[in-house]
């Protein structure tokens, strides 16, 4: 099949969080069982800054029309992880993609929407027949209408992934007047019509009604979303499309995650070593650390979290974490930053307070290399999240030997299984999970953790080695897709 992605994000050239990651792996599972891939990418400004790619000019230049104007565009291609990689740089006078950020532009809507529509142009131009055009997020599933009813492109279906729904893309309908299409007319319930507020347009939603099919990226999530609990006011709608609506659980790229050859650690690892080792080469790593940030963190166990630090991600359950790691004597890692400057403020004011603590490593940034480091360091992963469309952390801790301790929510609760879980035969058993967003679940699953890496070492190898051993790669998932592609008709 011809797939030919939208995207955002693509890892490691553009990622801001999970999305990037997931476009990456299942690319290139996809090329490898022999379909043929493109990723459609705004050619972002850091991107180039950043690793000189082998970059082609692909095609002549064409124009994309926004607001009673005609821009050039240009794209540009590489063969990268394995797929090809499609540049679309824009000569647009706001300099849309030249920001030196994905998002957080106050004009998100109006970057996207051209991008989208510019995309199309492109796959109009060249003409070529596209089995499956592939969408994800709101950011491009204006796309859907657009091909269908604007561009009437050759392609037989369209997919959108929905990778976390809590992002929808509101906007005016003289936002799709400025692309083209008339606003109005989408200003419906049955299309883009916002669930909540009925003056506003809805993207993501646009796209649900559009596409021909949908998933999210975990099983557990598809079905929470039709709550209104987590899907909110746009449940309704998932409820009435449910017919074609999945959940796919995602995979991890392990090419890019893999301890054995992973070029941030200085020490590798894999799990055919004897549980000794791989704790030897785990401490490498926390040497590494230590060294860095000249901070002993000689308590253990290690606790700790690579994440947005946004309400989803339980913020206050993860300060909660903190300070009862430190109650228990252990340390605590947090790698991350927020975009909400009140909970930055907070999480710096943790740091001020937790000053001088040689046990508490709290790091606000953007960081690949160190993400890595911490994953191989940590004991225990903690992830407490109010929802979660999937999460990658806790297999990406798994992999690196690191037991993950979850909040029983979306894709947290289709992978991680508590270790006294009767449900569950015991060999898949392999983290510590909580039920309740309340510190008194967390805390009972914390001390479990604790009291068992003290008391019971031998079970805790056994854990660590099981995730380590599992699978989490992209090859499952990427036939589920296959399988979804395979069952849309024209
Ligand atoms: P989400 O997409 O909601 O942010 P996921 O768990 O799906 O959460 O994916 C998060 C990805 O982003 C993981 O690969 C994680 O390691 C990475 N990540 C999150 N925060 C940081 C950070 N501050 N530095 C480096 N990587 C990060």
Redesign the pocket.
């Known amino acids: 099949m011809k797939i030919v992605h939208l995207s955002s994000e693509f890892a490691p050239f553009a990622?801001a969080?999970?999305?990037g990651?997931v476009l990456t792996g299942l690319a290139r599972e996809l090329t490898l069982a022999g379909h043929e891939v493109e990723v459609i990418l705004p050619k972002y400004d850091f991107i180039t800054q950043k690793s000189p790619l082998p970059l082609q000019k692909e095609f002549q230049d064409f124009y994309c029309w926004e607001k009673g104007e005609s821009y050039r565009n240009t794209m540009w291609s590489a063969f990268v992880e394995n797929c090809r990689l499609l540049l679309l740089e824009a000569h647009h006078p706001k300099g849309y993609f030249s920001r030196g950020k994905i998002y957080a532009c106050e004009d998100d809507i109006a970057r996207f929407l051209y991008f989208s529509k510019a995309c199309l142009e492109y796959l109009k131009a060249r003409n070529e027949p596209i089995d499956i055009l592939h969408l994800h997020d709101w950011p491009v599933s204006i796309a859907a209408v657009l091909a269908k009813e604007i561009y009437k492109l050759p392609i037989r279906a369209i997919v959108l992934t929905i990778?976390?729904a809590d992002y929808q893309g509101h906007c005016a309908t003289w936002d799709l007047d400025a692309i083209g299409l008339h606003g109005a007319k989408y200003l419906t319930k049955e299309s883009f019509e916002d669930d909540r507020y009925p003056n506003a347009i809805n993207l993501l939603k646009g796209g649900i009604v559009f596409s021909d099919a949908v998933n999210t990226v975990s099983a557990s999530y598809a079905k929470e979303i039709l709550t209104p609990e987590i899907g909110g006011p746009l449940s309704e709608t998932f409820r009435l499309h449910q017919a074609k609506i999945r959940g796919i659980t995602n995979g991890i790229d392990y090419h890019l995650w893999n301890p054995c050859q992973d070029p941030y650690l200085e020490t590798h690892y894999n799990s055919a070593l004897s549980s000794m080792e791989i704790e030897n080469r785990k401490e490498s790593a926390r040497n590494q650390l230590r060294k860095q940030f000249n901070l002993h963190l000689n308590q253990r166990p290690w606790v700790g979290s690579?994440?947005?630090i946004v309400p989803?991600k339980g913020p206050k359950l993860l300060e909660a974490g903190l300070d009862k790691t430190i109650d228990l004597k252990g340390s605590f890692v947090l790698?991350?930053?927020s975009p909400i400057p009140s909970l930055q403020e907070h999480f710096e004011h943790l740091k001020r307070k937790h000053a001088k603590s040689e046990n508490v490593l709290l790091q606000f940034?953007?960081?690949?290399a160190?993400?890595h480091q911490i994953y191989a360091s940590l004991d225990f992963l903690l992830l407490p999240s109010l929802f979660e469309?999937?999460?990658?952390?806790q297999m990406?801790a798994m992999r690196y030997g690191t037991i993950p301790i979850v909040r029983a929510t979306g894709g947290l609760q289709d992978t991680v299984f508590d270790w006294a879980n009767p449900k569950v035969t015991a060999d898949k058993r392999n983290g510590f999970v909580f039920k309740n967003a309340t510190n008194t679940d967390l805390f009972s699953a914390l001390s479990r953790a604790f009291e068992m890496f003290r008391k019971d070492p031998e079970t805790i190898q056994v854990l660590s080695k099981r995730g380590m051993q599992q699978n989490f790669s992209w090859e499952k998932p990427a036939k589920e897709y296959v399988k979804m592609y395979l069952n849309l008709s024209p």
Do not use: F, M, V, W
């Not at 940034?365 to 690949?368: A, I, L």
């Not at 469309?389 to 952390?393: A, F, I, K, N, V």
């Open positions: 990622k969080g999970g999305l990651d990778h976390n690579i994440t947005r989803q790698l991350g930053s940034e953007y960081n690949e160190l993400a469309p999937c999460g990658l952390s990406i």
